[in-house]
């Protein structure tokens, strides 16, 4: 099994068998778990997979034969992407070239690759031939290489392809379209040159380069779908503009089985070559108009590529060359000139600048970098010059993560799509039943030519309906939606969690890095006791913190080195998530965490320190504490700025009836003061990760759909949990792995733009769906000829395939609306 449309089948197949209540089958350990009512031999569950797949799936186990193995059809991009099908006929399945879906015969769209576009190679203007992939002289003439010019996109291509296609078909259609409308002009001109039966045989040769070149594919999809049984908006063109053709190409050859009034008064059949080219050409027209579209979709990753810089200058014993950028290895030293971008993630070693960060945050304003703070490729150095170190290079950066990030969120499915592809299924069948019933009921009792106004009529009702635009409305909303975002700095891992978001009741949200900056600092350090001395107090801690990656002991580690403390040694160093640290230092058990370590420790504070602790708590600080051997020596005082925008975000979300829980492991006295200065009223203290855990359950359990926004891995679980999870991307890699939404700048404002996104994006989707059913509730009736007994009108088969042709592209216009839409 290759994609998750295998796996489906796989389960559809399973589930047939007779006896079978059940079958899941688990893709990535290619196992099935199937509950039966009575035993099933497995030779039996063998066959029934033999025999729906020629071969291609089996089970194994022991003592049976090996099935015949077939090497799968998934195959990994090549060049500049891999492409896969906009409708999602197999999952999640990549295909290696551009073309149509072996499926539904949809335009394969091109997945932007990071790797690719930020890979570069080198040429001699003289001597073309040379090719390298880094920077240097021409090995011929000396002459410094430049820079490639970057290959045009598939995409771009396929573009172009169909524009060459649709002009030579206007300029075969157009003339047999005059032809077939002489007969409207006085006099009929054209006859007079030469008999309507030579005409007929001239649109016939017209029709050919049409029918068997430009627009070939159609027939090619059509064949495909039905073979397939996944029949779309090719099958109805095919079977239409097929029949209208064949049917010409017949009456042409044997024109003696035909009843009179199938015949003009020149003793020929009527054909419709005009009416099967023009069709033909407009769907085409459709299809340029479409693949235009889709360039425009995936901008968003376009433009984030554009930000990826091809080279860099590194600085190797203190001499500067120009290298590549797949050249930078981890470690490497790099000089970054004013107004150049920075080639990869890292920390600034020398110097200090302004960096433009808005095209990853979406923030304006440049931050001011110094040593020691972070940079992410991609974004623009200011006027000043610095040395940084590189610290993630290639596919690890931010932004190709990002890029891979969108790239996966635009290919997935919302659940609202399963509405439109249960629709889809059933809408081609019913299409074709109304047709055949149109021809029946003008057959019998239209006027005369009753055969003629029945064949036209069924013909238009196939061409009018276009379930394409049904199965387009949501993966194109999703694709637009997501690359918003990501432009926003809203990270989006999968289109059911932009979907969810925008019905949440309840966020749950984290305290520290995620309401407040994260970014702790010790105000003080107090010594309990006469035991030991305020440095050798610091010496414990440092030597325990160094080995912690939570904030609170990042602080401590930096307060101690600032006063010039090295650390002891230790041994058994112990992290107890929710609570703190343990070791053994200088042979003595130490702890050092907040007031549940030290119960667990069974360290008593004495009175005069609950008194102080108590006072600094009830204005927002954080208070950790060192025991040595089970007694209290010392603690510090720890402040975290409450982030500017976190007070805004909160408003915000309660005016949008979205109810705000703030869980802390920190003490109530300090929770109660970031709740009252947030005018939070919903507050929990003291919580573990399992507490949170519980919380989130909790809610979910009353019939609440629940967001959880976090940064730490104590946060990992319920993120996990959590109907959508939402992680601060200043946050640790756990966190981000467990969230379907990461926030670039972690801060709760994001939030607010996610919410504002998935409620726009949803709406969106169903003006497309609204605008899919109804245009077809409307057009298929109409062009069945149901306003002809009233008011004479009819639809011919050429303004059916206008029409339809334009509904998919007002779908994908309507999608696009949303990169202009304001979600701060």
């Not at 060459?164 to 379209?177: D, E, G, N, Q, R």
């Not at 009921?441 to 030519?449: C, D, N, R, T, Y």
Request: hydrophobic share 45%; charged share 20%.
């Amino acid at each position: 099994m290759t994609c998750n449309g295998c796996r489906a089948h796989v389960e559809k197949t399973l589930s047939a068998v007779e006896g079978v209540e059940e079958a899941h089958v688990n893709l990535e350990k290619a196992e099935a778990v199937i509950t039966m009512a009575s035993h099933i031999s497995l030779e039996t569950l063998a066959k029934a997979l033999e025999a729906d797949s020629g071969g291609r799936y089996g089970i194994v186990m022991p003592g049976m034969a090996q099935p015949k193995q077939v090497a799968p059809k998934k195959e990994s991009g090549t060049g500049t992407g891999v492409f896969y099908c906009p409708m999602h006929c197999e999952g999640d399945k990549t295909y290696g070239v551009a073309g149509g879906c072996p499926v539904c015969g949809m335009d394969l769209v091109e997945e932007m690759s990071f790797v690719a576009e930020a890979s570069a190679q080198y040429t001699c203007p003289m001597h073309p031939e040379i090719i390298e992939d880094t920077p240097g002289a021409c090995s011929i003439c000396g002459m410094d290489l430049v820079l490639m010019v970057p290959e045009v996109s598939t995409e771009v291509k396929h573009y172009k392809k169909l524009v060459s296609k649709f002009w030579w078909s206007v300029a075969f259609t157009l003339p047999i379209f005059l032809i077939a409308m002489s007969e409207m002009f006085p006099g009929k001109p054209l006859y007079s040159i030469l008999p309507q039966s030579n005409w007929n045989w001239i649109q016939l040769v017209l029709s050919l380069p049409v029918v068997f070149y430009t627009t070939w594919m159609f027939f090619e999809r059509a064949y495909r779908s039905i073979v397939s049984w996944h029949l779309n908006m090719f099958t109805l063109i095919g079977i239409g503009a097929g029949v209208a053709w064949v049917f010409s190409v017949f009456g042409l050859l044997f024109p003696e089985v035909f009843p009179a009034q199938f015949k003009t008064e020149y003793g020929t059949v009527h054909v419709y070559f005009e009416a099967a080219t023009v069709i033909l050409t407009l769907v085409l027209m459709g299809q340029v108009l479409e693949a235009r579209a889709h360039t425009k979709t995936n901008s968003a990753v376009k433009e984030l590529l554009k930000l990826a810089p091809n080279q860099a200058i590194r600085i190797v014993d203190g001499k500067e060359e120009l290298v590549a950028i797949q050249a930078i290895e981890v470690g490497d030293l790099l000089r970054v000139k004013p107004g150049d971008r920075i080639p990869v993630d890292g920390v600034v070693r020398e110097g200090e600048s302004a960096v433009d960060e808005s095209m990853i945050t979406g923030e304006p304003i440049p931050v001011h970098k110094l040593p020691g703070d972070r940079v992410r490729s991609g974004t623009i150095n200011g006027k000043q010059s610095f040395v940084m170190k590189a610290e993630r290079v290639g596919a690890d950066t931010l932004l190709s993560q990002i890029i891979d990030m969108v790239n996966k969120a635009s290919r997935s499915q919302a659940p609202i799509q399963k509405l439109a592809d249960t629709i889809s299924g059933y809408f081609v069948p019913i299409v074709v039943l109304v047709s055949v019933v149109t021809f029946v009921l003008w057959a019998v009792f239209g006027p005369e030519p009753r055969y003629v106004y029945a064949l036209i009529n069924a013909i238009a009702v196939l061409i009018i309906a276009c379930p394409c635009a049904l199965g387009l409305a949501t993966p194109m909303s999703v694709m637009v939606g997501v690359g918003k975002g990501a432009k926003s700095g809203v990270l989006i891992k999968n289109a059911e969690a932009l979907e969810t978001l925008s019905a949440i009741d309840v966020l749950i949200v984290d305290k520290t890095g995620t309401i407040t900056e994260g970014k702790p600092s010790v105000e003080q350090l107090e010594v309990v006791g006469d035991s030991f001395e305020k440095e050798t107090v610091l010496q414990y801690m440092i030597s325990l913190n160094v080995h912690s990656e939570h904030p609170l002991a990042e602080a401590t580690t930096q307060y101690a080195r600032t006063q010039g403390v090295d650390p002891f040694k230790v041994e058994g160093f112990s992290s107890v998530t929710g609570k703190g640290v343990t070791g053994q230092v200088d042979q003595k058990t130490v702890a050092f965490g907040n007031m549940k370590l030290m119960q667990d420790v069974k360290a008593q504070l004495p009175e005069s320190v609950q008194k102080a602790v108590s006072e600094y708590q009830s204005q927002g600080k954080t208070i950790s504490f060192l025991a040595v051997d089970g007694v209290v020596v010392g603690y510090v005082v720890i402040s975290d700025r409450i982030k500017a925008s976190s007070k805004q975000a909160i408003a915000s979300l309660k005016q949008k009836g979205v109810a705000v829980v703030m869980l802390t492991g920190d003490s109530k006295l300090t929770a109660q003061a970031v709740a009252n200065e947030l005018q939070l009223s919903d507050f929990k203290a003291d919580m573990l990760p399992q507490d949170k855990l519980d919380v989130v359950e909790h809610y979910q359990k009353a019939g609440k759909k629940v967001a959880v926004a976090g940064d730490g891995i104590n946060d990992a679980p319920a993120l996990a949990k959590s109907n959508v999870g939402i992680a601060m991307g200043t946050g640790t890699d756990v966190a981000i792995e467990s969230a379907a939404i990461t926030l670039v700048k972690g801060d709760l404002q994001g939030i607010v733009k996610a919410y504002n996104l998935s409620a726009k994006v949803m709406r969106n989707i169903k003006q497309n769906l609204f605008f899919a059913l109804f245009y077809n509730s409307v057009g298929v009736p109409i062009a069945a000829g149901v306003l002809f007994p009233v008011f004479g009108i009819l639809l011919s088969p050429m303004l059916a395939a206008l029409a339809m042709s334009f509904s998919s592209v007002s779908v994908i216009a309507n999608a696009l609306r949303l990169r202009r839409v304001d979600i701060d």
